[in-house]
């Protein structure tokens, strides 16, 4: 059974930051593309970044780069997406996702779903 597994989400003042983990089992990082997409109340779910299967590669939305920083382990199966500077409209619920390919574009092609996590950021 496949499951990822998000943790990490929370409070945090504008300017803070916080260290979301997607634990994967079931599959293998070398041939999943692995992503964190949120959504915000009302708003459609947006793709925030990515990590490739293969050479580690990322992709950032560009209303996170430079402040995210997503990166992978793959002995722990485990995919961590680093929030800097936090801003408000930062606020809502991440979700990791596994696609079995070596990139993640949307969540059209997303193969599996973990649970979401809550992060809320207060100005």
């Known amino acids: 059974e496949v499951q990822l597994q998000a943790s990490g989400g929370g409070l945090v003042q504008a300017g803070g930051s916080l260290r979301l983990s997607c634990a994967a089992s079931g599959i293998s990082l070398d041939d999943y593309a692995i992503g964190w997409f949120r959504q915000a109340p009302g708003k459609e779910r947006e793709l925030v970044s990515s990590?490739?299967?293969?050479?580690?590669?990322?992709y950032y939305a560009d209303s996170v780069k430079g402040r995210f920083t997503i990166s992978r382990d793959n002995a722990r199966k485990t995919v961590y997406l680093q929030m800097n500077s936090l801003k408000p409209e930062d606020t809502a619920v991440y979700y990791c996702?596994?696609?079995?390919?070596?990139?993640?574009?949307?969540?059209?092609?997303?193969?599996?779903w973990g649970k979401g996590t809550q992060v809320t950021v207060s100005s």
């Open positions: 990590i490739s299967s293969s050479d580690g590669s990322t």
């Open positions: 996702a596994a696609d079995y390919s070596d990139a993640i574009y949307s969540a059209i092609s997303v193969d599996y």
